[in-house]
C-alpha cells in the first residue's frame, strides 16, 4: 500500500492519528510496520498523560520502572523509526460525513481514507471560582509537574482514588506535609495504593470533606482551603500553601461531538471488541474510550487494536 491513495496531495494520507499517548503511538508503530506512513497530530499535550507522570512501575518490559516522558519519548522514536509522521500539532474540527476524511489543525487541512481517535483524558477540576483564580498560583492538577515548586512547604490533595493516593505519596518528596481530603470516610483508590499512602507518616487525613472554597491570592498564593463536612455542613479553615485537585478525567471528545457516538461522560462508544465507532473507517483507542482500565498497558493494547482494524477496513475499501 502507497503512503497516500492520492500522489498529488500531500495532505492526504491513508491513516490519520489524532493524539499521542500509549494509544496514538502504538497505533502509529502497528500502522507504519504495516506501510500506512500514518500522520499523527500530537495536541497540545504531546504524550499525553504519561508526561506528567514520573516513575511507571507497572508496564511490562521496565523492570526497574521508567520515568514517563521516557517511555513516550521511545515509543514515539519506535513509531517513527517505521515511517510514522510525527507533527505537534492539534486537531481543531473534522468532517467526518464525507469521504475522504477531513482533520483540521491549528496549522493545516488533512484528508484521510481512516482515523484513529486516542486524544485521551484530562484532569477534572471541581469549579470553583477560586480554583480557577488560583490555578498555577498555588492551586494544580499535577504533582508530577508542580511538586517541586512546593519544596518543604504543606498542602492538600482532593480526591480518594489511585489519582489522589499517587500524587499524595509523590508530593511527600518535597512537601513537609500533605493532607489528603476526601469526601467520603472510604477510599475508592486499589488496595496497594492505599496502603503506600496510609503507611506515610507524612500524609495527614481529613475524612468526609468537601472543599468549597482556595483561600489566597495571586500575588501572595494559596495560604488555605475552606472544607465543609459532608456530614454535618460545618465548615472549617484548614492552613496550607498548595492545592492539588486529583478528582479524575474527563475524556477529550469536544471535538467529536455531534459526530461520534458516545456515553453520557463523553467517552467514545465503540463496536467492542472492536475498536471501530459508529462511522466507518473511524476508530477510537486508549483513554478516550475507555472509562475502566485507564492503563498505559491498556492504552496502548487498544491502539494495536485500533490499527489493525483500520489496517484491515482500508484493505476492505480496496478490495
Ligand atoms: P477515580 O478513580 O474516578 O477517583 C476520583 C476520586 O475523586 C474519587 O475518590 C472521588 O470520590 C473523588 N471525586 C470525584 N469528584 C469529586 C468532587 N467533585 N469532589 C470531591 N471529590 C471528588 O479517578 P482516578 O483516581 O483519577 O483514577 C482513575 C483510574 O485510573 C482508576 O481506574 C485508577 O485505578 C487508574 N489509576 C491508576 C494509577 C496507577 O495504578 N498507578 C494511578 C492513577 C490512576 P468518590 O470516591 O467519593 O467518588
Not at 515511517?83 to 493545516?108: C, H, M, N, W, Y
Not at 486524544?119 to 480554583?131: I, Q, V
Not at 493532607?179 to 492505599?194: D, N
Request: contains cysteine; proline residues 4%; hydrophobic residues 35%.
Amino acid at each position: 500500500m502507497s503512503q497516500t491513495s492520492n500522489g498529488d496531495s500531500p495532505n492526504h494520507h491513508h491513516l490519520l492519528i489524532i493524539g499521542t499517548g500509549p494509544a496514538g503511538l502504538t497505533a502509529a508503530l502497528y500502522a507504519s510496520r504495516a506501510n500506512l506512513a500514518p500522520l499523527i497530530l500530537e495536541g497540545n499535550q504531546p504524550g499525553g498523560q504519561l508526561t506528567i507522570t514520573t516513575d511507571v512501575e507497572n508496564y511490562p518490559g521496565f523492570p526497574e520502572g521508567i520515568m514517563g516522558p521516557e517511555l513516550v519519548d521511545k515509543m514515539r522514536e519506535q513509531a517513527k523509526r517505521f515511517g510514522a509522521i510525527v507533527k505537534f500539532e492539534e486537531a481543531t474540527q473534522v468532517v467526518l460525513d464525507e469521504k475522504p476524511f477531513r482533520v483540521i489543525s491549528d496549522e493545516a487541512t488533512y484528508t484521510c481514507d481512516a482515523l484513529i481517535v486516542s486524544t485521551g483524558a484530562t484532569a477534572k477540576l471541581l469549579g470553583l471560582e477560586s480554583e480557577s483564580h488560583l490555578m498555577g498560583y498555588g492551586v494544580s492538577a499535577c504533582a508530577t509537574c508542580d511538586g517541586f515548586f512546593f519544596k518543604d512547604k504543606e498542602v492538600v490533595v482532593i480526591g480518594g482514588g489511585d489519582s489522589a493516593m499517587e500524587e499524595a505519596t509523590y508530593l511527600t518528596r518535597f512537601c513537609s506535609k500533605v493532607t489528603v481530603v476526601h469526601r467520603r470516610e472510604e477510599l475508592r483508590a486499589s488496595k496497594i495504593m492505599q496502603d503506600r499512602a496510609l503507611k506515610n507518616e507524612k500524609i495527614a487525613w481529613q475524612w468526609n470533606q468537601q472543599l468549597v472554597e482556595v483561600l489566597g491570592s495571586r500575588e501572595k498564593g494559596v495560604h488555605g482551603v475552606k472544607l465543609q463536612n459532608t456530614q454535618t455542613g460545618e465548615e472549617t479553615t484548614y492552613p496550607c500553601q498548595g492545592l492539588f485537585l486529583a478528582i479524575g478525567h474527563k475524556p477529550n471528545t469536544e471535538v467529536f461531538e455531534g459526530l461520534l457516538d458516545m456515553d453520557d461522560a463523553g467517552y467514545l462508544k465503540v463496536d467492542s471488541p472492536s475498536t471501530h465507532t459508529n462511522v466507518e473507517g473511524v476508530f477510537a483507542a486508549g483513554d478516550v474510550m475507555d472509562p475502566t482500565y485507564r492503563q498505559a498497558v491498556t492504552a496502548a493494547g487498544s491502539g494495536c487494536q485500533a490499527a489493525i482494524d483500520a489496517e484491515r477496513w482500508l484493505e476492505a475499501q480496496e478490495a
